[in-house]
């Protein structure tokens, strides 16, 4: 199971840190990530980290956003910091299904932001960014 927390509102230039405890057996798999989706929009990738620690961002988040993990928690986070009136959406922690070890390298390449490649999701947190 995955659960998100630490969403809300926030003016523009503020930041959040969001939270999301994963399940051993999920926590495991190659990549964790954070999406984001807005009503009448196609659920899109944020960031993603792999069991190494690699880590990748969606263009529109690089040098704004940070995701890592405590393995000693089991916790996925992302800090966001900047955010803007288009950061407004439901973000969602998911994990990769099971499979063999992948070594993805640094930086995470583009696919492992992609929605499909996901099969568990949480159930989202709002982020509302006040203009």
């Known amino acids: 199971q995955l659960e998100e927390s630490g969403g809300g509102s926030v003016e523009t230039g503020g930041s959040l840190r969001l939270s999301c405890t994963i399940s051993p057996s999920y926590y495991t798999r190659n990549c964790v990530g954070w999406f984001r989706q807005t009503p009448g929009k196609e659920r899109e990738g944020v960031a993603a980290i792999d069991r190494d620690g690699n880590t990748g961002y969606a263009d529109s988040v690089k040098g704004r956003f940070t995701i890592s993990k405590d393995n000693a928690k089991n916790i996925l986070y992302l800090q966001m910091n900047s955010l803007k009136p288009e950061d407004t959406a439901m973000y969602y922690c998911?994990?990769?299904?099971?499979?063999?070890?992948?070594?993805?390298?640094?930086?995470?390449?583009?696919?492992?932001?992609?929605?499909?490649?996901?099969?568990?999701w949480g159930r989202g947190t709002q982020v509302t960014v006040d203009s």
């Open positions: 998911a994990a990769e299904p099971e499979g063999d070890y992948v070594n993805y390298g640094f930086p995470l390449p583009p696919e492992t932001l992609t929605p499909a490649g996901y099969s568990y």
